[in-house]
């Protein structure tokens, strides 16, 4: 079958990678190189749940993927030897509703006490050791990159799919067809669906601060579950604070005006002192007094509306010859390919 894969992200590059061995399968990706914005900028988390505890259908995908990324990328993985959730009192969600909604699933965590990185315990109803890894993004892009077997066109940017003909018209004017067109752009999934089967999104640039781990990545502290923060092993060696506050530093109305705050995001986050806020933020929890080589990473990120403020669920929608990905957690891509597969009529792997 001939597919075009409209986006180079993670989902994107991930699904030419299963496709391309039984497909001609040919990525586009508007940008220079796959896998540079979103998809390596972000806090490298292997997720089972624990991030989202209100969410079933996002820990239900992430539980489900969590095996299967393991096995098939576990030579791009890390173990954190103390990686904590800390559960506050006057949060959203309680120990016992995140204990009942992971239940169905492999317990991948044990009590235990507070780190010592974080101020004021009493203030935490528990404290969760997790068996979450670090993904190494950057060698995981250079593999999946390297295997492909699939044609790459980078620097297209698909304007129109055409859902009855399988026709993908890009911004030089030049128009291919294909017999299935996925389209997997992590910023406009509703491109070829019509409008009444689209999506409904809400738009952020999101900004983390890095900074020198004073664990060396041994440890992770993530605070849930509300405006609170989450400090995170990278895989350049450093650690990466997001705050639940300020890390949304940008809330566009639609997807242009996202792209314009891309184009700006610099300039944005400097006079917005984004880094300060986030740092400032940080030290309300964590002892954060001594931070070397700090930077921010800034990406822009999609949710699903009904979602936006308790998980991030992948979803898959289709119409005519177009196969359209929402892109959540990257280990919930497998519940993805499991749906693109059964669209191409191809059994689950």
């Excluded at 044609?151 to 698909?158: F, N």
């Excluded at 017999?179 to 089967?197: C, H, K, M, Q, Y």
Aim: proline fraction near 5%; include cysteine; charged fraction near 25%.
């Amino acid at each position: 079958m001939k597919i075009a894969i409209v986006g180079g992200g993670f989902y994107g590059t991930f699904l030419a990678h299963h496709l391309g061995p039984k497909h001609e399968v040919t990525l586009f990706e508007q940008s220079k190189e796959l896998m540079n914005r979103s998809a390596i900028f972000n806090q490298s988390r292997l997720h089972a749940g624990f991030h989202y505890p209100r969410c079933l259908r996002t820990i239900a995908q992430t539980n489900e993927g969590y095996p299967r990324f393991v096995a098939e990328f576990g030579a791009f993985l890390r173990d954190i030897p103390r990686n904590v959730y800390a559960i506050r009192r006057d949060g959203k969600s309680r120990f016992a509703e995140l204990k009942k909604n992971l239940a169905p699933y492999p317990t991948r965590f044990r009590e235990t006490t507070a780190p010592a990185a974080l101020k004021n315990p009493e203030e935490y109803e528990a404290f969760l050791e997790v068996d979450e890894k670090l993904i190494l993004l950057d060698r995981l892009r250079a593999h999946l990159v390297a295997g492909l077997k699939a044609t790459v066109v980078t620097g297209a940017e698909a304007i129109e799919i055409h859902s009855t003909t399988g026709a993908v018209k890009f911004r030089d004017g030049t128009v291919r067809k294909f017999d299935r067109v996925i389209n997997a752009t992590f910023t406009n999934p509703n491109l070829g669906l019509p409008i009444e089967s689209g999506f409904h999104f809400a738009y952020e640039l999101a900004a983390m601060v890095c900074l020198d781990s004073a664990s060396g990545g041994e440890s992770a502290i993530t605070i849930i579950d509300g405006e609170y923060v989450s400090l995170y092993p990278n895989y350049e060696g450093q650690d990466t604070l997001s705050s639940v506050r300020f890390t949304p530093f940008v809330r566009p109305t639609n997807r242009m005006e996202l792209e314009d705050a891309w184009r700006r995001r610099d300039q944005i986050a400097k006079d917005e002192k984004v880094q300060e806020k986030i740092l400032e933020d940080g030290r309300r929890y964590l002892e954060l007094d001594s931070v070397k080589n700090a930077h921010l990473w800034i990406a822009p990120k999609v949710k699903l509306r009904e979602n936006f403020q308790s998980g991030a669920p992948s979803e898959v929608r289709s119409s005519g010859k177009v196969i359209s990905v929402f892109c959540g957690k990257l280990d919930s891509v497998y519940s993805v390919l499991d749906q693109v597969r059964g669209l191409l009529g191809e059994p689950k792997a």
